[in-house]
């Protein structure tokens, strides 16, 4: 079984940066690919952006060139590093590790951008 837990969300103002956490339980991480989504009210999930367990990165177009995705092996967590955040409906940003045909997800971070 793995467990996820995020953190770093919060309310910041239009251009602001924020960094969001994902630490893994369990002994999966370094061989799942793990992810970053986003929900807003009413809304679909939707990918933000991706990493491999080798360390390839794919991103959502609407934050590429913004958000940078990043794992720390040793420490069993992942990163989400947002700059120049967009004023935008509130979302809440999941985590998600994929290890074969499994799929786990966190409880979720609010992201709020707003001045």
């Known amino acids: 079984q793995v467990q996820l837990v995020e953190s770093g969300g919060g309310l910041v103002q239009p251009g602001g940066s924020l960094r969001l956490s994902c630490a893994a339980s369990g002994s999966i991480f370094r061989s799942a690919a793990m992810g970053w989504y986003r929900q807003g009210p009413g809304k679909r999930r939707e990918l933000v952006a991706v990493?491999?367990?080798?360390?390839?990165?794919n991103y959502a177009d609407s934050v590429k060139g913004r958000f940078t995705i990043s794992r720390d092996n040793a420490k069993n967590t992942v990163y989400l590093q947002m700059n120049s955040l967009k004023p935008e409906n509130p979302a809440v940003y999941y985590c998600?590790?994929?290890?074969?045909?499994?799929?786990?997800w966190g409880q979720g971070t609010q992201v709020t951008v707003s001045s």
């Open positions: 998600n590790a994929r290890h074969g045909l499994d799929s786990y």
């Open positions: 990493i491999s367990r080798g360390g390839s990165t």
